[in-house]
């Protein structure tokens, strides 16, 4: 069974960087898409950004030059980077895994439980 279980989030204020990191067990990690997506309340999941098994990217236009993806197949791990975070990027984060690239949740074929990232204005 794969299990995604991310790490990293917390409270920043508006301009810092935040760091979280997703470990994934169970699967053949080097063969998924990585990904994240995010969820603020009320609203609903939306994609952030996913990198493939090749390493090509893709970003939300709303992250795009803030945020950076990157992975460690070795350690079995995909990497989210937050730098020049804004209030509205507060929502919980999820971590998704899929056998091909991905943009909406309905695609994804794995979940992890979420973090939360609270950015103060």
């Known amino acids: 069974q794969v299990q995604l279980v991310e790490s990293g989030g917390g409270l920043v204020q508006a301009g810092d960087s935040l760091s979280l990191a997703c470990a994934v067990s169970?699967?053949?990690?080097?063969?998924?898409?990585m990904g994240w997506f995010r969820q603020a309340p009320g609203k609903e999941r939306e994609f952030v950004t996913a990198?493939?098994?090749?390493?090509?990217?893709y970003f939300a236009d709303s992250v795009k030059g803030r945020f950076t993806i990157s992975r460690d197949n070795a350690k079995n791990t995909v990497y989210l980077q937050m730098n020049s975070l804004r209030p509205e990027d507060t929502a919980l984060y999820y971590c998704a895994a899929g056998r091909r690239i991905f943009f909406a949740p309905s695609e994804c074929d794995y979940w992890g439980q979420g973090t939360q990232v609270t950015v103060s204005s």
């Open positions: 990198i493939t098994w090749r390493g090509t990217t």
């Open positions: 169970g699967g053949t990690f080097s063969s998924y898409v």
